[in-house]
């Protein structure tokens, strides 16, 4: 582990005159590494405390100022992970860090994406369906999973997510305030070979509309591979509906909500509901700092809690800080509150304390 942690730092101190020629050649280097320390201070599965981090290299190519051909990109990113996922001593299913993975090192995206004109293009290759889909801009300050993508969609079927990311074709048609999206994903992006088959595949789309820093947004999405129900029952494919609002209020304070819904007949989570609020300068000295406040409650089906004698749901409220330290680097602390891990009526509450660090090339 110390190895790789020096290696990640040795490589954000990569040199600034390479970066500058790379931008000039329409290459552009993004590198940072994020590690976090995590502590369940009490209930959940058991008290312990662990130390986990990423690291991340991504590399963006611009065809046409690379002078090769016009309307062209090309994306490259890599993953270098640590550490023990703090959800297997807090026994919760909507994951409280984000960036757990376990030990390993990835390649998590590589595709091309071409412009057809000003408002159409295609996709293909290696694509995180969340850095398109299901996004709420103003829920990713936040450290837990579901405010990613909602456990509605990444709690019930194989999808195609950090840090593992499948095979893809995505079409993306839009003008200055409304768009449409919809892509095929591979039904397992684990195994990383695409078998309609046998693994099925993932099929969504969302439209949206953005106005003014707010965002409104609906999408739908079905997994053709069979689902096992809590039953034992077995269904020929499964999917689901969500809808995300992000509303900004002020320059300073920021809104959201997303809803999830899947069918309680075959799946383990059928409704998630997440919302919150985050306000930039709550310190009036520090405006580049962000304070943020939301609930993610991941709603089990009816048919879970009876065969497995679930509570109706798991409940988390997050508070967290975002410090802009230097160009550098970013402290973000944060607290989460998550009540009925995993749906267990004999666990008590867990309160989990975060502290998370972000270097970043400027």
Known sequence: MQLKSSLLLSLLLFSNSYLVYAEQSGIALDMHYIGEGVSNVSGGLKQDSTYLGTGDMAVTIDTEQSGWWQGGTWFIETLVNHGTDPSSFIGDVQTASNIADGNRTRLQQFWYQHDINDNISILLGLHDLNSEFYVSEYASLFLNSSFGVGPDMSGNVPTSLWPEAGYAVRLDVHDEHLYLHAAAYDGDPATRTVDAAKEGLMWIAEAGLLNHGSAYKLGVWQHTADKVAP????????????????????DDLGVFLQLGVTPSDRNEISQYLGFGAHIHGLIPSRHDDTFGIGVARAGFSSLNQSINGLTSAETTVEITYDMAVTDYLNIHP????????????????AKVAMLRFELHLP
Do not use: E
């Not at 269904?235 to 992000?246: K, Q, R």
């Not at 944060?334 to 509450?349: C, N, V």
């Open 231 to 250: 039953d034992g029952a077995v269904y020929s494919s499964d999917f689901g509906m969500y809808a995300v609002v992000d509303q900004a209020l002020n």
């Open 334 to 349: 944060a607290f989460q509150w998550i009540q009925h891990p995993s749906g267990d009526p004999a666990l008590k509450a």
